[in-house]
């Protein structure tokens, strides 16, 4: 795409812009998706996470959160250690992590977190004696051990995936501020 400014006295620049379609994913989004989707430290951020196109949607909407929120308070957000969504659910005879699906009559959709990919489970609302913020369950990301170009990397992905941004995600933006 071509943009003509005139800046006055009829003198006009003409810049080429590259659009982000076009031009297609860089190697840092690349690289992000890679992370996203098949992750060698810790659980994938798609087994829970949907986004452009790929993964599960079970967890929170990241295109929103990657939409709105900058490089270090999205990695504040990886490392969280209270959850919202996640909830502990004790039954007679076991307990486990799950975010609420939806619930129809006495039936309750639960995604169990408990399982290496998460698994929907029906429970009739009755067998259900407590359900509690978690305590037991914790976001994989926490202690993932991903190094800084990996934060920045991922965080590319998400920015790119919500809302077409390439501006390259330094490893500097995502370390603790001095």
């Given at each position: 795409?071509?943009?003509?400014?005139?800046?006055?006295?009829g003198v006009?620049?003409?810049l080429q812009?590259?659009?982000a379609a076009?031009?297609?994913?860089?190697?840092?989004?690349?690289?992000?998706r890679?992370?996203f989707l098949?992750?060698k430290?810790?659980?994938p951020c798609?087994?829970c996470?949907s986004?452009?196109?790929?993964?599960?949607?079970?967890g929170?909407?990241?295109g929103?959160?990657?939409?709105?929120?900058?490089?270090?308070?999205?990695v504040?957000?990886?490392?969280?250690?209270?959850?919202?969504y996640v909830?502990d659910y004790?039954?007679?005879?076991?307990t486990?992590?799950?975010?609420e699906?939806?619930?129809e009559?006495?039936?309750?959709?639960i995604?169990?977190?408990?399982q290496?990919?998460p698994?929907?489970?029906?429970v009739d609302?009755k067998?259900?004696?407590s359900?509690?913020?978690?305590?037991?369950?914790?976001?994989p990301p926490?202690?993932?051990?991903?190094t800084?170009?990996?934060?920045?990397d991922l965080?590319?992905?998400?920015?790119?995936?919500?809302?077409?941004?390439v501006?390259?995600?330094?490893a500097?933006?995502v370390?603790?501020?001095?």
């Amino acid at each position: 795409m071509r943009l003509l400014i005139h800046v006055g006295c009829g003198v006009f620049f003409t810049l080429q812009l590259v659009a982000a379609a076009e031009a297609g994913p860089s190697p840092q989004v690349e690289r992000g998706r890679e992370i996203f989707l098949n992750s060698k430290k810790g659980t994938p951020c798609g087994r829970c996470h949907s986004l452009a196109g790929v993964g599960k949607a079970i967890g929170p909407n990241l295109g929103t959160l990657a939409s709105t929120v900058g490089p270090r308070g999205l990695v504040m957000t990886f490392k969280m250690t209270v959850y919202a969504y996640v909830k502990d659910y004790a039954l007679a005879t076991e307990t486990f992590s799950g975010i609420e699906r939806k619930k129809e009559g006495t039936e309750i959709e639960i995604y169990d977190l408990s399982q290496p990919t998460p698994v929907l489970r029906k429970v009739d609302a009755k067998r259900i004696i407590s359900a509690k913020q978690t305590r037991l369950w914790k976001h994989p990301p926490a202690g993932a051990g991903y190094t800084s170009q990996e934060l920045a990397d991922l965080i590319g992905f998400l920015k790119w995936a919500a809302n077409g941004s390439v501006t390259e995600i330094k490893a500097s933006e995502v370390e603790p501020a001095p």
